[in-house]
């Protein structure tokens, strides 16, 4: 069964937020492998989840690209991981007096993270799976 058509945008909406999630978790690889992110965000737990994004996100855009169920529930658990890293480690910057609050907060994240978390409930509920139709005389039963 095919998604209605707001559901196939905001699927493709995924795939396009996932995809840039991607690249940007990539350019960060090469300039430093698995320990790229050490010097911008030195909890070890922060840089786990950044470098684990490597996989997630794209496993999240070909989800989702599919119109998958598990696809909506990865994106959720992607983003809400991606939203805390990114907020913890920013913190300092954040409440810096200093710093440039709009240079600092990780605005481009939680806007995506929002849309994901309002879409996924009406995401999941129109790509629930029809159930397969049953046996239609006791001969299909017993096969």
Not at 31 to 43: E, K, L, Q, T, V
Not at 52 to 74: H, K, S, T
Not at 106 to 135: N, S
């Amino acid at each position: 069964m095919r998604p209605p058509w707001w559901a196939r945008c905001a699927l493709v909406g995924y795939v396009i937020g996932f995809a840039d999630g991607t690249g940007d978790h990539i350019r960060w690889m090469l300039h430093g492998g698995i320990h790229a992110y050490a010097s911008a965000y030195p909890a070890v737990p922060i840089q786990v989840v950044f470098v684990c994004l490597v996989v997630l996100d794209p496993l999240a855009a070909v989800l989702a690209g599919i119109a998958r169920r598990e696809g909506v529930w990865l994106a959720c658990g992607i983003m809400m991981a991606d939203m805390v890293a990114n907020w913890v480690g920013n913190w300092a910057r954040i409440t810096n007096p200093q710093g440039r609050l709009l240079d600092t907060v990780p605005w481009l994240v939680t806007v995506f993270g929002l849309f994901v978390f309002a879409t996924a409930g009406p995401l999941l509920r129109a790509l629930r799976r029809e159930p397969a139709p049953g046996a239609t005389s006791p001969v299909q039963a017993a096969s």
